[in-house]
C-alpha cells in the first residue's frame, strides 16, 4: 500500500515563502510521477506542479516562476517550494504520485496539507 506523508503547510504572510514536502513509501515499482495539486476554496482541485522520473517538469502556467517542484528518488520525496506567495494561494495542497513506473498506473493522494497566506 503506497503511503503519503505531506509536511511544511501552515500560515505565511503575503510575499513569503514555505516549502511543502511529500514523502512516499509503499510503492515496489518506483514512482512515475510526484506532484502537487491545490484546492482553492470555491475551486476544484488544479494541478500545481508534476515531476516525472526522468525529472522532467509541467507547472500550471501562472505558477511558473514563483514555484519549483524537486524530487528526491533516493528518498522518495517531492518538495514544492512556494516563493512571493500571494493571498490567493491559500487552499488546501494535495501531494499525488503515480506507480509504478510501467503501464498501467494506479494514482494515489496524501490527505491534504492548508497553506493559508495572509496579509
Known amino acids: 500500500q503506497v503511503r503519503l506523508m505531506e509536511s511544511g503547510g501552515g500560515l505565511v504572510q503575503a510575499g513569503g515563502s514555505l516549502r511543502l514536502s511529500c514523502a512516499a513509501s509503499?510503492?515496489?515499482?518506483?514512482?512515475?510521477?510526484m506532484g502537487w495539486y491545490r484546492q482553492i476554496p470555491g475551486k476544484q482541485r488544479e494541478v500545481v506542479a508534476t515531476?516525472?522520473?526522468?525529472?522532467?517538469?509541467n507547472y500550471a502556467e501562472s505558477l511558473k516562476g514563483r514555484f519549483t517542484i524537486s524530487r528526491d528518488n533516493a528518498k522518495n520525496t517531492v518538495d514544492l517550494q512556494m516563493n512571493s506567495l500571494k493571498l490567493e494561494d491559500t487552499g488546501v495542497y494535495y501531494c499525488?504520485?503515480?506507480?509504478?513506473?510501467?503501464?498501467?498506473?494506479?494514482?494515489?493522494w496524501g490527505q491534504g496539507i492548508q497553506v493559508t497566506v495572509s496579509s
Open positions: 509503499g510503492s515496489i515499482g518506483g514512482y512515475y510521477s
Open positions: 499525488k504520485v503515480e506507480v509504478p513506473t510501467w503501464l498501467p498506473r494506479v494514482p494515489y
Open positions: 515531476i516525472f522520473a526522468d525529472g522532467s517538469t
